[in-house]
């Protein structure tokens, strides 16, 4: 056996631990198909700068600020007040801006301003954000309050209940003077005179909400119009791969992305997806857009994010199991029966190997990805799953002999069976909720799509995870061969209630609530069933701290069954009230006795609670005529490297 030298863990700063993955089987691919992904990764590192504005609307000035004195500073390197400064622009770097990527609250510098007004004055002013007819001081008169005031756009996400989510929000959706009511107001309308009203287009996803002369209008993200420069470029480089790519289908998908980059239009969106679905055939695929409405309170507008990769076929094997079994797992899902879907349309789910990781997926990336959002779409259509195979592996080599289940875990037997089956476990519960989870159920007619409002994405994670954990626990598993034995599933269910109960608390800071939508979900599965299957699971506390003791795992499953029918009747009634009940009740607060606690015995653990991934760099070789003869992969550059070659090289807004 030869031995994996490859270093998944790079360098850690503040909460984060920097991984790198590793691309496996780059170099088998047809010099045709490295050069596809070549030119979809360059189409996916050229929107960076969208979400950088997307984030808020001072970060990308913020980060030519930072990057100057970074890379001008003649001072010693060594003082307090320069390491800080690394390390709150490598948090910046890592967020895409100056709020915290998952917990949204803005960074607060430990250098002084002093400090930082001296390096500016030494720099370039060339290098310098410096704003129509600005000098370097009235920069930093209006930049300063930015970066060190917390009372100034305190929080990207603001989901706090009675609030005006947008004026307490730093997201740049929306101009600074739009309230939620105008907002809500001005997309209620536009639903209501949807020309299709069964297969209504995403309202609001790739625009922001603007006042002129006093009235509220789109400004269309598109060629010509706002973030037209960064799609500009996009589009080249998606123009490009297209005499490369793999199948007919594959060019139509390229083709029809690009029309709607270069019209904004929604309708076109809505077909780009269908193609995009539809095309299974070829080992190349990616994402390239507006995706994930999580950074928008309203759940409207999408955040740039893009990817590209292949397939890796062993893995695949797997969830292809899944899928062709779809039928089957939705006939059988404990849920009553009017709120199943009598066909199950199209699942693809695939294992992938990520070429490289853009916009909101990098980064701090997801490992399963589950597109598109569509509602009417999926259910017509049906969706794309992957699990990004290189990514978890990176995760898995990374975390081994770190300490934490021998934290955590409460004994021998449960830390052996975790050893045993939890990797296993994890990646077919992450199958089961993207290719699965998310693609079962059906809404009742009539049903608004976005009623949950704030609640949908917490609902609709729990959907698709409660899914997950009441099938690993199956004989199906067996029969299908997914699962050694009938004990493997127990790992999951403990590692899932220790995460919902004790350890996911690790990624909120003492006093603060649980917001992300992710979090809630796993919150409300777990502290729901501690509340109503006592008998089955229960928190104990003894020398060492508070653990989950599982005394019956049969039990258990029937909670998630119950769970399940009660998440799915809300989602395919549109049950506002009871999604808010739930989700208030079990998904957002937390005990602070037990959060010190669990914030203790982590903290001696010494480990970073957030990962993100360095990107391997591609260099093409051509020949006099320009042709790409071959692509060079290599994993050499460091972090800092890489978020400055991309301010260099991919700046466009
Ligand atoms: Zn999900």
Same mark, same amino acid.
């Given at each position: ?176 003077? #739009? $309230?939620?009511? =105008? @907002?809500?107001?001005?997309? &209620?309308?536009?639903?209501? +005179?949807?020309?299709?009203?069964? *297969?209504? !287009? ?32 996009? #589009? $080249?480089?998606? =123009? @490009?791969?297209?005499?490369? &790519?793999?199948?007919?289908? +594959?060019?139509?998908?390229?083709? *029809?992305? !690009? ?42 507008? &999408? ?351």
């Amino acid at each position: 056996m030869t031995t994996d030298h490859f270093s998944y863990a790079d360098e850690r700063f503040a909460d984060v631990q920097m991984l790198r993955y590793r691309v496996p089987g780059f170099e088998r691919l047809t010099l045709r198909q490295q050069i596809l992904l070549y030119h979809l990764s360059e189409a996916a590192l050229w929107g960076r700068d969208i979400l950088w504005d997307q984030n808020c609307r001072y970060n990308l000035r913020v980060r030519r600020l930072l990057e100057a004195v970074y890379t001008q500073y003649k001072g010693s390197r060594e003082t307090s007040d320069f390491r800080s400064f690394v390390t709150y622009l490598k948090r910046v770097w890592f967020s895409n801006g100056i709020h915290h990527h998952y917990a949204t609250e803005k960074f607060q510098p430990e250098f002084s301003s002093a400090f930082l007004r001296e390096a500016v004055l030494a720099c370039d002013s060339a290098s310098l954000p410096l704003g129509e007819g600005q000098d370097a001081e009235a920069m930093m008169a209006e930049l300063f309050p930015v970066i060190f005031n917390p009372d100034i756009l305190p929080k990207r996400v603001n989901q706090a209940e009675g609030d005006d989510l947008l004026l307490t929000s730093a997201c740049n959706y929306y101009d600074p003077d #739009v $309230t939620q009511a =105008e @907002a809500e107001e001005f997309y &209620a309308r536009m639903k209501a +005179q949807a020309p299709d009203p069964e *297969r209504p !287009v995403m309202y609001g996803l790739n625009s922001t909400l603007v006042r002129r002369d006093g009235r509220l209008c789109e400004d269309v993200w598109c060629c010509g119009g706002r973030y037209g420069a960064a799609i500009d470029h996009i #589009v $080249t480089e998606l =123009e @490009a791969a297209i005499p490369f &790519a793999e199948n007919e289908r +594959q060019v139509e998908v390229i083709r *029809r992305l !690009v029309e709607f980059y270069r019209t904004g239009n929604l309708k076109t969106f809505d077909e780009y997806t269908i193609l995009w679905v539809n095309e299974t055939q070829g080992e190349v695929d990616f994402t390239n857009g507006f995706t994930e409405v999580y950074g928008d309170p309203l759940g409207l507008k &999408a955040s740039w994010e893009g990817y590209a990769s292949f397939i890796d076929p062993v893995a695949t094997q797997r969830a292809a199991t899944l899928s062709a079994n779809a039928s089957w797992f939705e006939a059988h899902s404990p849920v009553d029966p009017r709120f199943r879907k009598t066909q199950v349309q199209g699942v693809s789910a695939k294992v992938i190997n990520a070429v490289i990781l853009g916009g909101d997926l990098y980064p701090s990336s997801a490992i399963g990805i589950n597109l598109p959002n569509s509602n009417w779409v999926r259910a017509e259509h049906g969706s794309k799953s992957v699990t990004i195979g290189n990514l978890t592996h990176a995760y898995d080599e990374a975390a081994k002999g770190n300490g934490f289940r021998e934290e955590f875990v409460i004994d021998d037997a449960t830390h052996e069976l975790m050893d045993r089956y939890a990797d296993l476990c994890d990646d077919l519960h992450t199958d089961l909720h993207e290719c699965l989870g998310h693609g079962s159920g059906r809404m009742l007619p009539g049903v608004d799509p976005d009623g949950l409002k704030a609640y949908g994405s917490t609902i609709e994670e729990a959907r698709a995870d409660l899914f997950g954990l009441y099938y690993l626990a199956d004989e199906k598993m067996l029969e299908l061969g997914l699962l050694p034995d009938t004990e493997a599933y127990k790992a999951q269910y403990y590692s899932y209630l220790m995460n919902g109960l004790l350890t996911q608390l690790v990624r909120i800071e003492p006093g603060r609530q649980i917001e992300e939508a992710h979090m809630r979900n796993r919150a409300l599965v777990a502290r729901w069933t501690l509340a109503h299957y006592p008998e089955a699971v229960s928190l104990e506390t003894n020398e060492r701290g508070t653990f989950i003791r599982i005394m019956d795992y049969a039990r258990l499953r029937k909670a998630f069954a119950e769970l399940l029918g009660e998440v799915q009747r809300i989602k395919s009634t549109g049950d506002y009230d009871a999604a808010r009940q739930l989700v208030e009740t079990y998904g957002v607060s937390v005990d602070a006795k037990l959060h010190a606690e669990i914030l203790e015995r982590y903290r001696r653990l010494d480990l970073a609670p957030y990962k993100g991934f360095i990107n391997p760099r591609y260099t093409p070789c051509r020949d006099e005529s320009g042709e790409i003869t071959s692509i060079h992969i290599d994993y050499d550059e460091s972090y800092a490297e890489q978020m400055l070659r991309y301010s260099r090289e991919y700046a466009t807004l």
